[in-house]
């Protein structure tokens, strides 16, 4: 880049940066918000609220970064031409691509961080996430139990423990298992603890015995050195822990396996955030270049761009809007993830052409009578 475009360049990198640290602000108050119920309810400390915050945050910077750019452009090339810079650098022989050529720079540096974002950091962090929501969750669990105290787990299921040390671990367990009044189980134990398996949690009994009443009113006494009481059932089924498709890495949603397909009821979930992953990117070009061609589709109006940067902004949300309209679409029918590529391509092909077709067309009214004067 020669020097004027490295001046330009720098005035789209800062408000790009700005409008980004915005953005990420807001969606770090919008994800704290829906977080704080891991203080209230579960009375977690303050590190493990702001590790979920700030796991979430890769993906909303992702959704976001078009939007920023798409503002950073506005707001640069507003001020370039305003202050007559841009139009000076013109008139000193520097080409209209000369002066578009900062925009797709700086839009592929952003499609670029974008891709490495969806492939890379954001199935990493939400799967991190995930763990740490579920072992969070599952610590209800534990937390249904007060020491010295008979706690009700569901209907017909009561637990006592004499002692708990808060990790999970507890001496003298007792419960009572009346879910099925022909079959009544009382479990009797020394010692218990609270573990979390790969699915669902679960109870393990220590050094105990069990007492169970049929249906005939027979009673049976077993001992056991170890027993396994499965507490999935009072954890509400949708903290179980699994995979969502936004956790999962490219090639995972390519090439499922069997738990993922059953999860996700066919391939078609999976194929659409993949082609999400992959063409959401391109959406950084094509806001970028919709921006641009509010100030130089067409000649220059001494009146000002206004009305072409509400155009502007009505087809940049029209073209997003419908993106996610097509990757909603391709969940049930994988041909829409051909338009979840057109969408954005498009964008900037009609970009591209209104930026040099509309070149040295006169604008009527007072445009029309600056060129006959």
């Not at 502007?312 to 309209?325: E, K, N």
């Amino acid at each position: 880049m020669i020097l004027v475009q490295r001046y330009m360049f720098r005035q789209l990198l800062m408000p790009f940066v700005t409008a980004a640290t915005a953005f990420a602000a807001l969606a770090l108050l919008t994800q704290s918000l829906s977080n704080i119920e891991f203080i209230s309810n579960y009375r977690e400390t303050a590190f493990t609220f702001i590790k979920v915050t700030f796991l979430a945050l890769p993906q909303l910077v992702a959704l976001l970064s078009p939007f920023a750019l798409f503002i950073a452009v506005l707001a640069g090339l507003s001020r370039l031409y305003s202050d007559s810079e841009a139009t000076v650098a013109s008139a000193s022989g520097l080409s209209r691509w000369g002066v578009l050529s900062p925009v797709i720079r700086l839009a592929v540096l952003a499609a670029i961080l974008n891709l490495g974002i969806n492939l890379f950091v954001q199935p990493l962090a939400y799967q991190e996430m995930r763990r740490s929501v579920y072992e969070l969750r599952t610590d209800v669990a534990a937390s249904l139990v007060r020491p010295g105290e008979f706690s009700n787990l569901a209907a017909g299921v009561t637990l006592y423990a004499r002692e708990s040390d808060g990790s999970g671990r507890m001496a003298d367990i007792f419960i009572h298992d009346a879910r099925d009044p022909d079959e009544v189980s009382t479990y009797a134990a020394r010692e218990g603890v609270i573990v979390r398996g790969e699915v669902r949690p679960s109870m393990v009994l220590i050094d105990g015995n069990v007492q169970q009443v049929d249906e005939t009113g027979a009673l049976s006494f077993l001992t056991f050195d170890r027993y396994e009481f499965d507490l999935g059932d009072f954890v509400d089924p949708q903290l179980i822990f699994f995979f969502k498709e936004s956790d999962r890495f490219l090639h995972e949603l390519f090439y499922p396996d069997a738990t993922a397909l059953a999860r996700a009821r066919g391939a078609e979930r999976l194929l659409a955030e993949a082609h999400y992953r992959l063409s959401g990117p391109l959406y950084n070009i094509a806001l970028a270049l919709i921006a641009a061609a509010a100030f130089m589709a067409g000649t220059h109006s001494r009146l000002g761009n206004t009305r072409k940067v509400i155009i502007a902004v009505g087809i940049a949300l029209t073209v997003r809007l419908a993106g996610f309209a097509a990757q909603s679409a391709a969940a049930d029918d994988p041909a829409f993830n051909y338009v979840q590529y057109a969408l954005p391509v498009l964008a900037m092909i009609g970009a591209m052409t209104l930026i040099w077709w509309r070149r040295g067309r006169p604008r009527p009214g007072i445009d029309e009578e600056a060129v006959a004067a």
